[in-house]
């Protein structure tokens, strides 16, 4: 196996070591822009190129990987809502673990690094969308079930979205002056984010589930 992936283009073939090498280092630059040993500034830098270079590498892998059971049997809208949740719940981690900074402003290096892990999980996103879209090749994209799923899964979405935003409606107009000082504009506008945020994250986990029921 070590020769073959020595003599072997990881642009032009598939290779289990290539992809074990890919998602080594992308775990790897994960750690260093998310989880920085020391927090400092220099592991992020080193991070970032890494996290590039290592999701190039693993995007061409998976493009050209033999086509699995479950990319078989499960529809493409099914597949982007599982996409779309696990970067709505990245993303929902990361603006949780930067409450604080987000209270106080998102001032200095906080900001940056917020910046940087909002830019990494974007780019992520786009890079995933984009090797599930060429996999797929020229398939029936929707059809009569999946307009219906996505009608009910968007009624989940709306109702939490309503939900949510009437809470914060009550909280803020019901509560004594005295007791609002937190509520500067970048905590209600990261609060406005996150009930956005919510109502997608609710709207694709329904179309998780409805999909699951239309198998069983």
Wanted: proline share 4%; glycine share 8%.
């Amino acid at each position: 196996a070590i020769e073959n992936i020595m003599f072997s283009n990881p642009v032009k073939s598939a290779h289990p070591l290539w992809l074990m090498l890919g998602l080594a280092a992308l775990a790897t630059g994960l750690w260093l822009v998310f989880w920085p040993p020391t927090g400092s500034a220099a592991w992020v830098a080193m991070g970032t190129p890494l996290l590039g270079g290592s999701s190039a590498l693993v995007a061409i892998q998976l493009v050209q990987w033999r086509t699995t059971d479950l990319e078989r049997v499960a529809a493409p809208a099914e597949v982007n809502a599982w996409v779309m949740l696990l970067f709505l719940g990245a993303t929902l981690a990361a603006l949780l673990g930067s409450m604080d900074a987000l209270a106080a402003g998102l001032v200095g290096g906080e900001r940056k690094q917020l910046i940087v892990k909002l830019s990494v999980l974007v780019i992520f996103y786009v890079v995933l969308a984009q090797v599930l879209r060429a996999r797929r090749g020229a398939v029936v994209l929707e059809d009569e079930r999946d307009r219906e799923i996505r009608r009910l899964a968007a009624g989940w979405g709306r109702g939490a979205l309503i939900f949510c935003i009437v809470g914060l409606i009550v909280l803020l107009g019901l509560s004594p002056q005295h007791k609002l000082q937190w509520a500067t504009p970048t905590v209600i506008a990261s609060h406005l984010l996150f009930v956005l945020m919510w109502g997608w994250l609710c709207e694709y986990a329904a179309t998780v589930i409805y999909y699951w029921r239309d198998r069983q």
